[in-house]
């Protein structure tokens, strides 16, 4: 944990943003690397997550239904996805990214 945090900034920031600071940065590129493992793992659980969702919703309509409007909501439900991984997520990355460097250090 980094000592020199300042308390305002951790009670502005949401609870995932702040256990995002607490983590060290990556700095090799085996840290760098499965940082952003992790973080594409979430954003794509997410949008997986989101796409559960929609499965039920009906959209019929004189503007609605169609292959074309199941393409543009996977579209839609991925850079949801990847905004919401980058905002925080739900801090599914952060516990990803400590067990691939645990199991990279296992491995060593």
């Known amino acids: 944990m980094e000592t020199g945090l300042n308390q305002s900034a951790l009670i ?4 995932n943003q ?11 590129a085996q840290e760098i690397t499965a940082r952003r493992a992790a973080d594409e793992f979430e954003a794509i659980f997410i949008s997986q997550m989101l796409k559960s969702m929609s499965v039920g919703i009906k959209t019929d309509g004189p503007f609605g239904g169609g292959q074309s409007e199941e393409i543009y909501r996977d579209l839609m439900n991925e850079e949801l996805g990847k905004t919401m ?3 925080g997520g739900i801090g599914m990355s952060d516990a990803i990214y400590r067990e691939i460097l645990k199991n990279q250090e296992v491995s060593k």
């Open 85 to 87: 991984s980058k905002s």
């Open 12 to 15: 502005t920031g949401s609870k």
């Open 18 to 28: 702040i256990q995002h600071k607490l983590l060290a940065e990556p700095k090799t």
